[in-house]
């Protein structure tokens, strides 16, 4: 019992299991995807059972990669730099522990309950309420441990990597409870139109105050670190900061366009969405200069590459969104494989890239074992880095053809044959995403079991 | 500016709450739309689909609005505010991987239904939504009263429209295949009836004619016309058998514009659908030529009365002589006196 607690206690416990569970809900959550992306080239494959129809597969996939790979990935690397970068140590592991155990209850409650349709379906807030409490408690538990762990730091100033961690468990811990509906247990949902209002402010506020501060936040993080040089700028930093959250949280209706919302929220949206190049270029702007001259040791380094090409997948997500957000371009783009193609791209390209650097980065700091192959690193690389453009460049492509198609007056039902290759590309590319998913499980869980132990000085050093 | 932790916490939740009240309070206290022209409540039927269609994630593949671009299932009337009164949730959608259903209700009689939830590709041979068929017929009785819902009261009227026709039309095909035929044509307006198909049905034409009927006809009618396609043991009355057109020939000769017609516009109250909207007219002469090559045996195509030539159209000469029509037992003969030639 004792020496369960003095496990518990260990500092850099939860980190490692985040990290861990993470990487193990990559390989879940993508198979997940594939098997989605099978019903949408043969879709008797799996007729008629139930878990894999796409209308529950899908969920299953999406949740899991969004809350368990992407988030937890992402979190046990902020639960490992934020008591580094204030010089401390975590408040209260044992509470990390248990966030931990909420969080992965939720992640699991996906596969379990959508299988039989145990979901409360509007999108990004499926999981029922139980589950809903559970990640609710599991945030505000970080919350806690976080701002604690700010309060006995021994380092006075706090890095811009803090605030965003900081600010997405605070932002998070208000907007899940809201945009989930958790007042109405059953449904998960207000009635009527407005009910999409509350779904949509949610829905940009995932990508927007979890991935984007947690993804961002890394980045500012091991940018710097690798290529050894310090931050550029302080004043950049807390513009980028202070418009994210100011901007991001009004742009919800730009997923509902020329819906019945009211005009004001949709013109809203479309401002703002446009105002988003604002936090964006500021930050990637940042964090860039930081680097200037030095772009090499970044790509030297397989964990810099990831997180560098993670920027680049920022900055294309981030043209992206704004003309896709203008009434004119959206006509085409909207309802289709386009948005698909964006979603991965931001999801996977931006957040996951930055995910998988920061963790093959901190791993060793936190483990005190050197990666167990650095080449797996390299290979995880060239297999997501070849599947996703793909993805991207296949969703594109079929996402134009189903715009303008329909834009044009053919009906859905005719334009199905036409995306018929593309939905098989899809499917194929995925592959190359899901063996990157394995390739990544089986480094790190070598390096924790055969990672050649770092000297205890040079670690010191590593740390300082 | 210094970041501390008072400022970084006070102001993180400021700007947070700050917002919310302005999306999300502020719709919350001015959206109160009043219930459309087209709403009405739905049954406890109607809000148990709502609730399957939920759970099996119909909506990540249907949206429940109309945009002023779209052209699609439901695309003549706007989505309003007030179209989702009281329903919950109300889950609009962002994909369309299939049609837009917000107005789908009444488009279809059940029994297309019935063949369309157990499996798609019964009605759909080119479907990607997949067979509901382990939900089990109940279930798929619920889904089906959802989906008749959508439109409220417009798709009413629809549904009143199925109705009224439904009942004439399973009388007639319970009389008999020949007294089937004979009813159907007597709801063809006239000026069709007696109209060939003016395009001659060359190989190209029977080719293309051929990919649209097995893309879109053969669930019901069957590869080979029979009428035996796997849809057809769901629907009451049954597909129709191409072949038994031989002997209901309009004056003894024309049958391309009745296929026309029909293939254009459907017959309300059977599961047999319209196809004006997916596909276009040369298409559907197409494949009523085709129909009447393969499955018919015979085609009208380029006869008399023909109006002034098609620009385009090669010369041909149709090879075929109109069938010497038996007088089917228990039927009119076809070769009724002929008709006064439409103006
Ligand atoms: C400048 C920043 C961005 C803008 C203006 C923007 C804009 C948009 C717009 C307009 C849509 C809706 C497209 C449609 O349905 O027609 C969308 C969808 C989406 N965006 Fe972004 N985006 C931005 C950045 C991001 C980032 C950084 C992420 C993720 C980390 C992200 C994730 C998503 C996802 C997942 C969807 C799909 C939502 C759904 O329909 O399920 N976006 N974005
Ligand atoms: C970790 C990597 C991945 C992430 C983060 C991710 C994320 C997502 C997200 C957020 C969506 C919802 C998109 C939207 O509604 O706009 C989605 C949908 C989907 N994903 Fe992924 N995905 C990943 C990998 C994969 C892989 C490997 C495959 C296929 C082999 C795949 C196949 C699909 C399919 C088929 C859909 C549904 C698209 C549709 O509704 O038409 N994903 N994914």
């Known amino acids: 019992m004792s020496g369960m607690w003095r496990f518990l206690k260990k500092p850099e416990g939860p980190a490692l299991a985040f990290m861990v569970s993470g990487m193990l809900w990559f390989i879940i959550g993508t ?22 129809v796409f209308g529950r597969g899908r969920p299953t996939h999406v949740n899991t990669v969004l809350y368990g790979f992407v988030t937890e990935v992402l979190v046990g690397c902020g639960l490992y730099y934020v008591p580094a970068l204030l010089r401390t140590k975590l408040w209260s592991p044992p509470a990390a522990w248990l ?55 021994r380092e006075n100033s706090l890095y811009v990597s803090v605030w965003y961690f900081t600010g997405m468990l605070l932002w998070t811990a208000g907007s899940y409870p809201i945009g989930n509906v958790m007042w109405h247990p059953s449904t998960g949902a207000v009635a009527g139109i407005l009910d999409t209002v509350i779904l949509w402010f949610y829905g940009h506020n995932l990508p927007g105050l979890v991935l984007t501060p947690l993804a961002v936040g890394a980045a500012y993080y091991v940018m710097p670190r690798i290529a050894q040089a310090p931050l550029w700028s302080h004043t950049l930093s807390l513009v980028g900061f202070w418009t994210l959250v100011a901007l991001y949280t009004h742009i919800g209706g730009h997923h509902v366009p020329q819906g019945p ?99 093959w980065h901190i791993l060793p700091l936190l483990s005190g074992r050197e990666l167990y192959s650095r080449r797996l690193v390299n290979l995880q690389f060239g297999l997501i880095t070849f599947g996703l453009v793909g993805f991207f460049m296949v969703l594109t492509t079929a996402g134009l053809i189903q715009g303008g198609a329909w ?28 063996a990157a998913a394995f390739v990544g499980f089986y480094n790190l869980w070598m390096t924790l079991r055969r990672g050649r132990v770092i000297e205890p000085e040079l670690r010191e050093e590593a740390l300082s | 500016m210094k970041v501390t932790p008072a400022l970084l916490v006070i102001g993180a939740l400021l700007t947070f709450w700050a917002s919310m009240a302005i999306m999300v309070l502020l719709p919350a206290a001015t959206m109160h739309p009043a ?19 939920v759970q099996n994630g119909c909506s990540y593949c249907h949206s429940r609005y109309i945009r002023t671009n779209d052209w699609d299932l439901g695309a003549e009337r706007l989505a309003e505010p007030g179209d989702y009164v009281a329903q919950e949730p109300s889950i609009l959608g962002t994909e369309r991987t299939g049609p837009d259903l917000s107005q789908a209700g009444g488009e279809h009689p059940d029994d297309w239904h019935l063949a369309h939830f157990t499996n798609p590709r019964y009605t759909r041979p080119q479907s990607l939504m997949p067979a509901w068929k382990f939900l089990g017929e109940s279930d798929i009785r619920l889904l089906t009263a959802y989906v008749q819902a959508q439109g409220g009261r417009d798709a009413d009227t629809r549904i009143s429209r199925q109705q009224r026709w439904r009942t004439p039309a399973q009388e007639a095909y319970a009389r008999g295949p020949d ?30 004619g051929e990919k649209v009927y097995q893309d879109q006809c053969a669930g019901c009618h069957g590869p080979i016309g029979d009428g035996q396609g796997l849809a057809a043991p769901y629907l009451n009355p049954v597909p129709l058998n191409f072949t038994l057109l031989r002997r209901h020939l309009t004056d003894g000769r024309y049958l391309g514009g009745m296929l026309y017609y029909q293939i254009m516009n459907g017959i309300t109250g059977t599961a047999m659908p319209y196809f004006k909207r997916d596909l276009e007219s040369e298409k559907i002469w197409d494949v009523s030529n085709y129909v009447a090559v393969y499955f018919v045996g015979y085609t009208d195509a380029t006869m008399e009365p023909r109006g002034i030539g098609a620009a385009y159209e090669p010369a041909w000469t149709n090879p075929y002589t109109p069938p010497q029509t038996q007088p089917a037992a228990a039927s009119q003969p076809a070769a009724a006196p002929a008709r006064t030639e439409p103006r």
């Open chain 1, 31 to 52: 198979l997940y995807g594939l098997v989605s992306a099978i019903d949408l080239v043969a879709p008797d494959f799996f007729a008629n059972i139930a878990p894999l």
């Open chain 1, 99 to 153: 966030s931990w155990l909420l969080w992965n209850i939720t992640v699991l409650s996906g596969p379990i309950c959508f299988a039989g349709g145990h979901t409360q379906g509007r999108e990004y807030t499926e999981y029922i309420w139980a589950f809903d409490v559970t990640f609710t408690l599991a945030i505000v538990l970080l919350a806690v441990n976080i701002v604690m762990t700010i309060a006995n730091r």
């Open chain 1, 261 to 359: 919302i009211p005009n004001w929220l949709k013109a809203m949206s479309t401002i703002d969405s446009m105002a988003m190049v604002i936090p964006v270029f500021v930050a990637l702007g940042n964090l860039w200069l930081s680097i200037r001259g030095r772009g090499g040791k970044l790509l030297a380094d397989p964990a810099g590459r990831f997180v560098l090409a993670g920027t680049v997948w920022y900055l294309i997500t981030c043209v992206q969104g704004p003309i896709q957000s203008l009434p004119a371009v959206q006509r085409v783009t909207h309802f289709n494989n386009w948005v698909i193609g964006h979603s991965h791209i931001a999801i996977l390209g931006f957040a996951g890239y930055i995910a998988l650097g920061a963790m």
């Open chain 1, 407 to 434: 834009n044009n007056g053919q009906t859905i039902y005719r334009v199905l044959p036409e995306i018929a290759p593309y939905m098989f590309l899809r499917a194929v590319m995925g592959v190359l995403i899901i």
């Open chain 2, 35 to 53: 219930p459309s022209s087209t709403w009405r409540p739905w049954s406890s039927e109607e809000e148990a689909g709502n609730t399957l269609y």
């Open chain 2, 179 to 208: 007294k089937n035929i004979e009813w159907l044509h007597d709801q063809v307006p006239h000026g069709w009836l007696a109209m060939p198909n003016p395009y001659p049905p060359l190989p190209a034409d029977l080719a293309r």
